[in-house]
Structure formats: C-alpha cells, structure tokens
C-alpha cells in the first residue's frame, strides 16, 4: 500500500508548512484572523499593545494590518525591535527613532506615489491595488527628504557614542601600561600610590564624558520633540488621513528601556495623527512605570490591548481555528482533505502539545508529517497518529529550550529551576500532566509560572478550578507541555487528563494536583 505522505502534493503543503512557520510579507496573504474584529481593531485609530506568546500570530496581524494600510495608501512604518536586542537607552531609542524615519520616507517614495497601475509592485507584495490615487509626488519627496535629513542628524549623534567609548577604553589601556611601567622602574609605596592616583582619575574624567554626552542625547531627544511632531502633522496632510507605526517584538529590548521607548512614541503622537501598535510578549514586558511624571502607556486610558494567547481553556474555539489555518494549506491545489493524512485522536494531540500557538501547531504537523512517512504504513495505518504528534513533541523540546535561554538572559536560572519543580512534580508525584495553583498565591513561583506560560512550556487548562477537600479555595489548571511526558506514559503509571472533555473534568479536582511554587 503506497503511503500518501510521499505524494507530491503532501510534499508540497509540506514546504508551504514550514515556510509559513515565519511570519514574512508572503505570508499575509494567507492570514487567518485570530478572533472576529482582531484585524479591524489593528488598524483602527487607538494605540494598542498586542499581546501573545511566540508563534500566536502578533507578527502575522501586524503585517497584514501594516498591507491593508498601505494599500488604502495610509502612511505605515513596521519595525522589528529584535533588531535592538542588547541596546542600551538612549542609544536604543536613537536606533528605533532612525529606522522609523527611514521606514516611513521609504514609504513616501514608493506605496505614497506608485500609481495603482505598477502592478509590479502592489500585486507582488500585497496580490491587490490600491483604490486611492498616488498622494503628491512633490510635496512627498520633501516630506522623504525631511525624514532622511533627521535620520542622518541622529545618525551622527548615535554613532559619536562610539566614539566616546573607543576613546575610555583606550585611555584605560594606557593606564595599565603606565601602572605595569611603574611597577618596573618604581618601587616606594608612594611612587605606586602616586601612579594609581592618577590611573583613577583619568578614568573618573573618562567616565564623566561618557554619561555627559548621554545627557546631551537625550536632552536631544527632548529639543526635537516638537520638529517630530510637525512631521506627523504634515504626514496627516499630505495622505489626508493618519500614520500608524508598527512596532513588533517590544520584549526583545532591555524591560528597564521599554516603557521609556513607547514613552517618546507616544509623545510624538498624541494629537498629531500617529497611531502605535506594539506587539510583545506580556510577562516579558514593562510598558508602564508609575512616577512623577509616569512613564510608557497605560492601558486602558492611553493604549488598549489586543490578547491573542488562545489558551487550552477554550478548546473548541482554540482547536476550530488552528484547523482552519491548516486547512488553507490543504485548500490549495491538493486532492487531499485533513482527514485523509491526520486521525481525530492526532488532531486533538496536535491542539495539546501546540499549546494553542498556531506556529507551533504548523511545525509540529510538519515533524508529525516526517515522523509517520518514516514508520510507513503499518498495523497502525496510513495516517498520522498521535504516537506520531507525541515524537514530533520530543523533538520540539530542543526549540522551546532554546528560545527560552535567549528571552530570558536575565532570569535564566531562576525560570529553569521553577520548571525543573513543576516537571518532577508533575511526572514524579502528581503523575499526570494537570496542576493547581491557588489564585491567590504570590511569590515569584508565581510570576515565573506566568513566564513558562509565555514560554510555552506550560498552557493555562482552567482559569477557575474548585478542589472539593479546600472549601473556599480558587485554583488554576495549568497543563506541562507535552514535550516533557511523551516518555512517562508507558512506564511511570503517566496518566493524560483530558481536562477539556466534560465528562472528565472533575479528576482535575483533586488535592494530589496542588503545586506549591518557590517562595
């Protein structure tokens, strides 16, 4: 019997799998909307801050609301902060304000001017064209030259940072050949005492022109204020109608710079016709801090936000929509449905062990995919089971390991150590892949509990759970990824809780599943 897995048109959702697994500008054009007025809402005239894990579509809604925009010829810039990753302030902000100049005077020299009919460029980047007529090609052109004017102005300043710093090091450098030059020639303790007195005191000068001139950028920044604004207004003119300023992966930055970078944008478009949309990771990201004066956006007076984390809680909702994103590979040119190349049992393992995170639903189809078309078709049959999905997961462990090292630079031990607890709880203690948290817990067991669920390592199962033996009590159901168990079940008494399924909800209730986290 000849597996369908080695047909070309397997093979061929295959590839558009996995280069759909990156969000990229061809990737738009098969978006899929996360919840009902998602879109609507990214493109509206509010600010808003878009939260989700890795994977859940930020990048995918913010660059399909960055398209539509463009083509209904509204001025955009889109931004990807991982870029910045490890730039300090006010250094970052520098950076993030240049590209953005930059992103927006591209934006008047190509989408503001390019009339409807060079369908080498709409058809290509967005499959359509716009209605509006091209915007003044004069009035655009000094509008681009401004921005680039004020891109090459912060350039400058940016760049002589560097400078600064290049000159400290090297003055350090002389100063340990002069100590190791005193040392030779003198040996009095005065002689040492005096040479080390003056090492110091370079440096402090040394270091003094460094924060000098990082006063002096920022007392910059604050000066230009008002010239950026006047852009915006200008902008607003020229499009008749007003710019939106995409920034993705805002938790990619320092968290101590976060709120001050939105702070500056923010500033820039209050009442000057720009709107923000900033997408990150919720536990990952600081983008309000209480002072005088506060600093960042404050949801619910100065911004909204946009949730897209579809969790384990709702099932059904989550598992209808990660179908129908498969789905559009399979409605494209293949004789093949989903229930020709999948099980039931494996689509619901499939929901599982993604999470709910479409990108990690799409990679895990696709090593699942592998998985079954190396086995072949056995007693087990001709489909992908979920034997298949539960290796795929095992594989994924290695991704999740990964990303988690690099988004958490700061408190990387702390988060590993928590998840080492909750994993030996789990699979040693509870023996099942369900625990429960009181809801009014607060230690940092805590706060690193929300981090692994940012981290897909573990997926909320139930906001609200009662335990029948602690009368008045309020927990959380979080489920361990599926990455971390694959191996128990056959031989550690593992038991899976299918907590989704009605009939079985009450075996979460019990007094066995209650994790303590660290204090």
Request: aromatic share 8%; glycine share 6%.
């Amino acid at each position: 019997m000849q597996s369908i897995f080695n047909s070309p048109e397997i093979e061929e959702i295959e590839t558009k799998v996995e280069e759909a697994t990156r969000s990229t500008e061809a990737g738009v054009k098969r978006f899929v909307e996360p919840a009902h007025g998602t879109l609507r809402r990214a493109t509206s005239k509010s600010h808003h801050i878009i939260f989700g894990r890795r994977g859940s579509g930020k990048s995918s809604l913010l660059k399909k609301a960055a398209a539509d925009l463009t083509v209904d010829r509204r001025p955009i810039a889109y931004i990807d902060l991982e870029t910045f990753k490890g730039h300090s302030f006010p250094d970052v902000l520098l950076s993030v304000l240049i590209v953005s100049f930059d992103s927006f005077a591209e934006w008047l020299d190509t989408a503001a001017i390019n009339p409807a009919t060079k369908t080498s460029f709409w058809d290509k980047l967005f499959g359509t064209q716009p209605q509006k007529p091209a915007l003044n090609k004069r009035i655009a052109a000094q509008l681009s030259e401004h921005l680039k004017e004020q891109s090459r102005l912060l350039k400058d300043h940016l760049h002589t940072a560097d400078e600064i710093e290049t000159q400290k090091k090297t003055m350090q450098g002389e100063e340990l050949k002069e100590e190791a030059a005193a040392e030779v020639g003198l040996k009095t303790p005065a002689a040492n005492f005096s040479a080390n007195y003056t090492g110091s005191e370079k440096l402090s000068k040394s270091e003094e022109m460094h924060q000098a001139f990082q006063h002096h950028k920022v007392d910059l920044l604050h000066r230009n204020i008002y010239e950026y604004q006047k852009i915006f207004r200008n902008m607003a003119k020229l499009a008749s109608g007003d710019s939106y300023l995409f920034l993705d992966d805002l938790y990619h930055l320092k968290k101590k710079d976060q709120a001050h970078v939105i702070d500056y944008f923010h500033r820039i478009a209050k009442n000057n016709s720009l709107w923000l949309k900033i997408g990150s990771i919720r536990h990952r990201t600081e983008w309000y801090k209480h002072g005088d004066p506060p600093i960042g956006l404050k949801l619910g007076d100065d911004a909204e936000e946009i949730d897209l984390d579809l969790t384990l809680e709702k099932y059904s909702v989550t598992k209808e929509f990660l179908i129908k994103i498969l789905k559009s590979f399979f409605d494209e040119n293949s004789k093949y449905k989903i229930s020709d190349v999948l099980t039931d049992g494996a689509i619901d393992r499939l929901v599982l062990a993604s999470g709910g995170v479409a990108r990690d639903f799409l990679g895990l189809f696709r090593k699942s995919l592998g998985s079954a078309r190396e086995r072949g078709v056995d007693w087990r049959g001709a489909k992908i089971m979920a034997e298949d999905v539960n290796l795929a997961a095992g594989e994924y462990d290695a991704l999740k390991r990964e990303e988690l090292k690099r988004d958490t630079l700061d408190d990387v031990t702390g988060i590993e150590e928590e998840f080492r607890k909750i994993r030996k709880f789990c699979t040693e203690e509870a023996k099942t892949n369900i625990f429960l948290i009181d809801v009014n817990s607060s230690s940092r067991g805590i706060m690193l509990i929300d981090e692994l669920v940012d981290l897909r390592l573990l997926h909320l199962a139930q906001s609200r759970v009662t335990v029948s033996k602690r009368a008045g009590n309020m927990y959380r159901a979080f489920m361990l990824d599926v990455s971390q168990y694959t191996g128990y079940r056959k031989h550690h008494r593992f038991k899976m809780l299918d907590f989704w399924r009605p009939e079985l909800k009450e075996h979460i209730r019990r007094v066995s599943l209650i994790y303590n986290p660290s204090a």
